[in-house]
C-alpha cells in the first residue's frame, strides 16, 4: 500500500479534499482550527503567531478574604478577574496591557517614562493621612527584565511642606528593586517615643531576585509588634522591628496626600496587585493549579472509509515535572465529540502510553479525536508547552478486483469460477449481475437480487434464470464489515442461458 502521512501539530480540522503525499499544518496557520474545547488552557502567541498552549494561571481567591482587601489590581481582562477600588480614586493609569505573551502571560507591562499608576486613598484605605496605619499585607508579582539599580516598584506618600518649620519633608514608603535586591524604605513615617521622626528604616531581603521569571513579593506590618518582614515566593527573606522601648506608629502627616504610585521607575511586568488589613503571610497563589489544563479536538473525519493507524507522535515542551498525558479515540463510524448525544454510542478514550502506542499500530479508523492533559510540574510553578499532535497512517485502499473469472452455462444455471484475492482483510465479494452489458440491476436469479455477497469463496452458482437471456456478470471484493469498502469491478463476462 502506498504511504501518507496526516501532520496535526497545528490542532486542525482535516480538509475534505482529497488527500496528497504529505498534508501539513505547524503553527502559523489555523493554529485554532479543529480545537472542540479547552479547559484552563491558555494559547500563548508571539506577537501575530500563535505557539502552543499552557496551563492558565490560576488568580487570587478574593471570596475567601474579600472583607480585608483594600485594593487589588488583576492586570486580567482575559479571565474577567474584576479589580477591586472602591477605597481608591485613580488619578493615572498608564501601562501596555500583555495578553497571553509568550514569556510573561496576561500582566501589566511597564518599559516607558509616563508608565505608572497612580491612586489615592479615601478614608476606609489602609494609608489614611492623619491617623495611625494599621496592619497591612502587600502581596504581588513581579517580572523584572533586567536588573538596573533603584527600580522602583511602588511607593505610598511624597513631599510635602510642613508649615510648623517652614521646611519639605520626604515622607514615604517604598518597594524597591536594586541590583536584584529587594528593599522596603520607610521615611520619616515612624515617630519614636520622644515623638521625632525617624528619617530611614530600611529592611532588606537577603535573597537575590533573578530577570525575566516571575516572582512572588510580600510586605506585612503588624502595627501591634511593630514587625516588617519581606517574603519572597513565600519564604522569610527580611525583617525588622519598628520599636525602641516601646512599639513606634507608622503614620502619615494630614497634608500628605498618600498618593499610591506603582511602576514609577521600574521596567517589567507587574500582576496581581493587592492591599489587604491584616498583617497575614500567605503569598497570592500565582502558580498553576494541580488539576491543570485540557485541550480536546474536534472529532476529525479522516477518509470515507478505513485509515490504518501507524504511529502517533506529540510535540510539546515539559520541565521540572510538568508534562502532557495524550488520550485518542477513533471509530469506524461517526461518534459524538463530548458524548451528549444519546442516540449516538460513545467512544472509549485511550491512554496514548507506550504500551498503547504498540496496541494502537495497524487500527482502524474512519474517526479520530485526541486530547491533551496539562499537569503542573514541581510545587504548581511549571507549565509543559503542548503544540501538536502528528498521526501517521496508511491509507487503506480497497481491495484488487477479482481476476480470472470464468463463466459457464449448465441446465439452465450459471456457474462463476475466479481466483482467490490475497488481501489478508478480504470479508467477501459481491456479485452484480443483470440482461444488458454494464447494467447489473436484476432480480431473476433465485440467490437474490443484485448485488449477491458471499462469503471468501472464489465460486458461485446462480439458478432459476430465464431461459434464453444473456446474462452479464461482473465481481467486486471488499473487506469491511459492511460491505462498502470494495475494489473495482472485474473483468465482465456474459452467458446465455438455455
Known amino acids: 500500500m502506498k504511504r501518507l502521512y496526516l501532520f496535526l501539530t497545528g490542532l486542525l480540522l482535516l480538509p475534505t479534499f482529497i488527500f496528497a503525499e504529505k498534508i501539513s499544518w505547524n503553527t502559523k496557520n489555523n493554529f485554532l482550527s479543529g ?16 505557539l502552543y498552549y499552557k496551563i492558565k494561571k490560576q488568580s487570587y481567591n478574593l471570596d475567601s478574604d474579600k472583607n480585608n482587601v483594600d485594593l487589588f489590581l488583576p492586570f486580567d481582562a482575559e479571565n474577567k478577574q474584576e479589580s477591586i477600588t472602591e477605597n481608591y480614586e485613580t488619578i493615572q493609569t498608564n501601562f501596555q496591557y500583555k495578553q497571553s505573551n509568550a514569556y510573561i502571560g496576561t500582566c501589566a507591562y511597564f518599559y516607558k517614562d509616563e508608565h505608572k499608576i497612580e491612586l489615592q486613598g479615601n478614608k476606609k484605605s489602609v494609608f489614611v493621612p492623619g491617623t495611625v496605619t494599621g496592619s497591612f499585607t502587600i502581596n504581588f508579582y513581579i517580572y523584572p527584565m533586567n536588573l538596573s539599580e533603584n527600580n522602583v516598584l511602588f511607593k505610598i506618600g511624597s513631599h510635602y511642606y510642613e508649615n510648623s518649620n ?11 528593586l536594586d541590583a536584584g535586591i529587594f528593599k522596603c524604605q520607610f521615611r520619616n513615617v515612624f515617630s519614636n517615643e520622644k515623638n521625632k521622626p525617624i528619617p530611614e528604616l530600611t529592611v532588606t531581603a537577603y535573597q537575590r531576585i533573578m530577570p525575566q521569571e516571575w ?30 522601648e516601646s512599639v513606634y506608629p507608622m503614620v502619615f502627616s494630614s497634608v500628605n496626600r498618600c498618593i499610591l504610585n506603582i511602576g514609577t521607575s521600574y521596567i517589567g511586568a507587574m500582576d496581581d496587585f493587592l492591599i489587604k488589613h491584616g498583617a497575614g503571610t500567605e503569598q497570592i497563589e500565582r502558580g498553576f493549579p494541580a488539576k491543570g489544563a485540557e485541550v480536546v479536538s474536534q472529532v476529525q473525519k479522516l477518509d470515507d472509509f478505513n485509515i490504518i493507524i501507524k504511529d502517533i507522535n506529540f510535540t510539546d515542551y515539559q520541565e521540572d515535572g ?20 444519546p442516540c449516538i454510542k460513545p467512544v472509549e478514550w485511550t491512554a496514548l502510553t507506550k504500551e498503547n502506542l504498540s496496541y494502537l499500530k495497524n487500527k482502524k479508523a474512519a474517526y479520530f479525536q485526541w486530547k491533551a492533559l496539562l499537569l503542573p510540574g514541581i510545587n ?9 499532535i502528528t498521526l501517521e497512517y496508511e491509507k487503506d485502499f480497497p481491495p484488487a478486483s477479482p481476476k480470472g473469472v470464468k463463466i459457464a452455462e449448465k441446465d439452465g444455471s450459471i456457474l462463476l469460477r475466479w481466483k482467490n484475492n490475497t488481501e489478508q482483510d478480504l470479508k467477501g465479494y459481491k456479485i452484480y449481475y443483470g440482461t444488458k452489458p454494464g447494467i447489473y440491476s436484476c432480480n431473476d436469479a ?15 452458482k446462480l439458478t432459476n434464470l430465464k431461459k434464453n437471456l444473456i446474462y452479464y456478470i461482473t465481481i467486486t471484493a471488499f473487506d469491511d464489515k459492511n460491505a462498502l469498502h470494495e475494489s473495482d469491478f472485474s473483468e465482465e463476462v456474459s452467458k446465455r442461458v438455455y
Open 35 to 50: 480545537i472542540y474545547k479547552t479547559e484552563n488552557a491558555e494559547l500563548v502567541t508571539d506577537g501575530s503567531n500563535t
Open 166 to 176: 517652614d521646611s519639605i519633608c520626604d515622607q514615604s514608603f517604598s518597594a524597591i
Open 215 to 244: 516572582t512572588n513579593l510580600t510586605i506585612t506590618y503588624d502595627s501591634f509588634s511593630g514587625i516588617i518582614r519581606l517574603f519572597i515566593n513565600g519564604i522569610e527573606n527580611g525583617i525588622v522591628k519598628a520599636a525602641g
Open 322 to 341: 510538568a508534562e502532557v498525558e495524550y488520550f485518542a479515540r477513533f471509530s469506524s463510524s461517526p461518534f459524538d465529540a463530548d458524548d451528549t448525544v
Open 380 to 388: 504548581g510553578h511549571k507549565s509543559p508547552h503542548f503544540s501538536g
Open 446 to 460: 433465485a440467490e437474490g437480487e443484485s448485488p449477491i455477497i458471499v462469503d471468501k469463496i472464489n465460486n458461485f
